[in-house]
Nanobody
Framework: QVQLVESGGGLVQPGGSLTLSCTAS????????MAWFRQRPGEDRELVAA????????AYSDSVQGRVSITRDNAEKRGSLQMNKLEYEDTGVYYC???????????????????WGQGIQVTVSS
């Protein structure tokens, strides 16, 4: 069983930065691809960024491309989402997700993921 715990959310002003972390309780974190999703108020959950199990390959949604960076530290069993130039539209609940992987695939759909964190609130407001 994989448990994921997000941290680092909170209130930030427009144009500001925030880093989310996801700590995994697994034996071998490198055996899992992971991603960050978010659910904005009144909308469906959507992909923010995804990363393969090695940390080499990444993918981003068009809405955050250029402002967000997804990374991972397999030794520390932790994934991170660095968000810059935050906008009001970035407000939402952010979820860390993981799934078993044995190659360099990136998974973009929420149905591809088996394990989810509890979610953490990010609010962009002046």
């Amino acid at each position: 069983q994989v448990q994921l715990v997000e941290s680092g959310g909170g209130l930030v002003q427009p144009g500001g930065s925030l880093t989310l972390s996801c700590t995994a309780s697994v034996r071998t974190f490198r055996d899992y691809a992971m991603a960050w999703f978010r659910q904005r108020p009144g909308e469906d959950r959507e992909l923010v960024a995804a990363i393969d199990r090695t940390g080499i390959r990444t993918a981003y949604s068009d809405s955050v491309q250029g402002r967000v960076s997804i990374t991972r530290d397999n030794a520390e069993k932790r994934g991170s989402l660095q968000m810059n130039k935050l906008e009001y539209e970035d407000t939402g609940v952010y979820y860390c997700a993981a799934r078993g992987a044995f190659d360099w695939s990136i998974y973009r759909a929420d149905i591809d993921y088996d394990y989810w964190g509890q979610g953490i609130q990010v609010t962009v407001s002046s």
